[in-house]
Structure formats: C-alpha cells, structure tokens
C-alpha cells in the first residue's frame, strides 16, 4: 500500500465502530499469523476472540448480533513460563531416537549442549546441529511450557475458547496452534492395509469458512444447511478405508472418481487384501482396475450369513462418529477439512490409552502410524 493510501487509511480508524475494530484487529491478526511464524503480536489480541471461528471475518458478519461477546482469557499459567514440560522433552527425544538427523536421515546423532530450552544434537554425519523441532510444524512456536495443555485440548476436541483459556494464549493463538498440531497427524496415514478392507465414500458440507475473499457464493450463518439437498457441488467426497485391525486411511477426494480413489489407495489396498465396498463406481473401479479382490454389499443390513464377513459396518459406523465428532465444531473450513480427518483418524487410532505426550510425539511428526516425513 502507499504511504499516502496509508495514511487515508490509518486516519479512518478514528471513526470504527467497536464491532469494526474487533473486526480489523482478527484481520490484522490473521495476516501476520499468515507470514510470521513467530507471531508475538497475537498475545495482545487475548480480548479478541469470537468463541465460534477464529478469523472468520465473514462469519463474524454473519453471526447474530452479540454472538461475538468475548469470554476473557484465563492464564492457566503464569506468562513466560517456556520451561520445557516432562512431556514435550520425553516426545522430543524419542522423536530424535527415531528419525535421527532432520537434514540428511542419519540415524548417528550426538548430544550438542542447549539452547533456548531445548538440547541441541549434531549430526555425525552430516556435521549439522539441530533440536528436535527443527523441521517439525513446532519450530519456533513460543511457550513450549504450555504445549501439553494444547494436547490436552486436542484430545477432549475443545473449542479454540476453551483451548485458549486452558493454555493461557489468545484465541488467535489457540486456533494457530491447533492448526499447527494438526499438520504432521493429517500426513500420518497407514502405508499398508491388511486384511479385508472396507472402503466406502461419505460427504461433507463444503464451507468456506475463515475464507476473506472471492467467495463463490454468498455465506452461509454458521453450520448451515445445503442449498440442494442430496449429491451436489457443495458436498465434498471423504474416502475412508479400515482394516479389521483399525487400521485407517482416509483422504479429500478432489472428485469422486476412480483416478482420485487411486490416489490415495494405490499400494495401500492391493490384490492381496479383500476389499468390501457399496458397489459405487470410483472405488468399484479401483479395484476392477488394480486386480484386487472385491464384494459389494448392501449399505444398510447385516452381512449374509454364508458369507459373515463382507460388510461395511466399520467403516460406516467410523463415518458416523466422524460427522457427531464434526457437528460442534459448526462447520470447518474445507480448505482445513484435512487437518480434522488426520485429527479424527489420531484420537481412533490411540483409543483409550492416549496420554498428552502422545499428541505431542505425533505433532512433532512421530504419530500413531509413525509414517511421516516431514
Ligand atoms: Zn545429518
């Protein structure tokens, strides 16, 4: 912008409604979070934060009228504590252990004193130094000491208000780590599934939320409701395909077609698996096409009784807890849709027994599938 548009500019915020401000402030906030990875002006942002979407402009034009009140941050935790907990070093080192050096993949790593609260490695190899989040989604994010409250959240699925009050971060700041945490679990899919495997297509709402500008249509309020109902151009296509052991991948489909179902399951489902699916024609196709064993069954109803197997209840019954687990989070930016399939597969794939650490280990790249290069 020019200095003399600038200054045209600066002189109007004299005249901004409450409302505008808060407005300018989320949009001022996004488009540093945008190209400032160390993004120290959000925690002055604590008072703003809309409790339904973080940044959504439009959907903050698009909520009622005092549905933007601002509930008032809660420090769980005193500021500047960037001591790293117990959780974050024990991820950290295993993840070292594991992945060895982020520059060349050598496994020979050696200890190399401290810095900024974390040890350093050098690579014996490659002769580089690094810790153990560098090349992670974490590196140089601040307050380290109040990550394993960030993976708390994750595990409960709390609402970015509740993540924020938890670690004692803006909103802004909440909804940037959540991203950030999300990263490396939305790549951490099975490279292999064994067994039989059920595959089967769901849809979900296509939104534009958060989304600023060149908007194809008109916003929808909040969670919304299809224009058309059944199949059309505002429900995207979700794969997902289990094993019998839990196993799953799941994926975006750019279109439902069989080019785009390769994609995902070429080398993951292959002849020596038996695929169960609806009959439908992409991942039909897939299977015709790539040799691999398949039986179509019925959507509803039980498997025949001389053949108990081949069913898709799993992965039907995993559609359905995706979209209950999806429905609170009102709609989610379809451009972000991936994060939560990789945040929905993850909660599966630890069950019960996950812990913070857990979380942690799998943001920084070492995830239940522990496939993941970043
Ligand atoms: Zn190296």
Redesign the pocket.
Known sequence: MDAELFSKWLGAVRVLTRDQRRETFMMLALSEADDDPDWALSDAFAAVNDPVVAGASMAMASSPPGDAQSPSVTLARPMGTDGLADELAAAARSRVAAL???????KE?RPWGHAHGLPRYR??????T?NALSGTPLARLRHKGRWPDQAQALMTAESVSKAAARCGVAYTTAFRWRHRFLVAPALDKPTRLNGIVEADETFILESFKGRRADLPRAARTRGGKPEKTGLSAEQIPVLVARDRAGATIDAVLPKLDRASVTAVLSGVVTPANQLCCDGGKAIAAFARVGGIPYHVLPKPGGPKPEAPDWHINNVNAYHSRLKEWLRPFHGVATKNLSHYLGWRRTLEAFGHGKEPGQWLSSALGSGAYQQVTL
């Open positions: 060895g050096c982020p520059h060349c993949d050598a790593v690579c014996t190899d490659c002769r580089r690094f």
